[in-house]
């Protein structure tokens, strides 16, 4: 069964460093997502892509957070300088049509919990 | 703008009990579509169900029965007989625009089932 991957599972870095992380989504889907799970919160989102283009990042932090996908497949979300604040689980999810259709289903991949010391 | 509460932090409850999950959303949009995910400890999104703005009709799978009521904006979890395996973390989503849009997620409700 096909599944969205992700890379590293797990990340422990230290404030003030630049960290980066993949995703691979489901072959063949357009729309994928960035989410952030702060400990104790629901996810939310970060960036929204269709293809090679953004459809929202109003939630981004652009000052420290970037994302791209430049062929439209995989995607990396870095940080950089990190804060103690980053410390949360980053969620990378994608779909079939996403924005350019009505209800596709998102799948969500496992995950890269950040530590930031 | 859309919001998804969940009232309920953390629930505790014996094994066998039922118990009811709340969920109040708000949007402006006509065409939506409200989810429920479980998250257990290792941190996976383990999808449930969805529902779209325009079938309120109630749904059963198993022990697992959800209640859409438009008209209180609610879209409300009960789990029938609970088990321990049911312990974890159960968040609500809305997602506007006839589903094109990310999800929107309610803050979460610990699930803590006692054998």
């Known amino acids: 069964e096909a599944e969205v991957a992700q890379s590293p599972r797990y990340k422990i870095t230290e404030k003030s460093q630049a960290v980066a992380f993949w995703c691979d989504p489901i072959?063949?889907?357009?729309?994928l997502y960035w989410y952030r799970q702060i400990l104790g919160q629901g996810p939310e989102l970060l960036v929204q892509?269709?293809?090679?283009?953004?459809?929202?990042d109003s939630q981004l932090p652009k000052d420290r957070f970037s994302a791209e996908r430049l062929k439209g497949v995989d995607s990396t979300l870095k940080i950089q300088p990190a804060e103690l604040g980053d410390s949360a689980m980053y969620l990378c999810?994608?779909?079939?049509?996403?924005?350019?259709?009505?209800?596709?289903?998102?799948?969500f991949g496992p995950g890269t919990r950040l530590t930031v010391l | 703008a859309q919001k998804v509460t969940q009232a309920q932090t953390e629930i505790s409850v014996v094994e066998k009990e039922d118990v009811t999950l709340d969920c109040v959303y708000e949007?402006?949009?006509?065409?939506?579509?409200l989810f429920w995910y479980k998250q257990p400890p290792s941190g996976e999104l383990v999808f449930l169900i969805r529902?779209?703005?325009?079938?309120?009709q109630n749904e059963i799978s198993g022990r697992y029965s959800w209640n859409f009521q438009k008209s209180t904006s609610s879209f409300n979890f009960t789990i029938t007989a609970s088990q321990v395996v049911d312990s974890a973390v159960y968040f609500c989503?809305?997602?506007?625009?006839?589903?094109?849009?990310?999800?929107?997620f309610g803050s979460g409700t610990r699930l803590q089932v006692q054998p």
């Open positions: 072959s063949g889907h357009a729309t």
């Open positions: 999810a994608s779909s079939l049509e996403g924005a350019r259709s009505s209800y596709n289903e998102q799948f």
């Open positions: 892509f269709q293809d090679e283009s953004v459809v929202d």
């Open positions: 949007t402006r949009d006509t065409t939506y579509y």
């Open positions: 989503a809305l997602s506007e625009d006839g589903g094109r849009r990310a999800l929107t």
């Open positions: 529902r779209n703005s325009f079938d309120e």
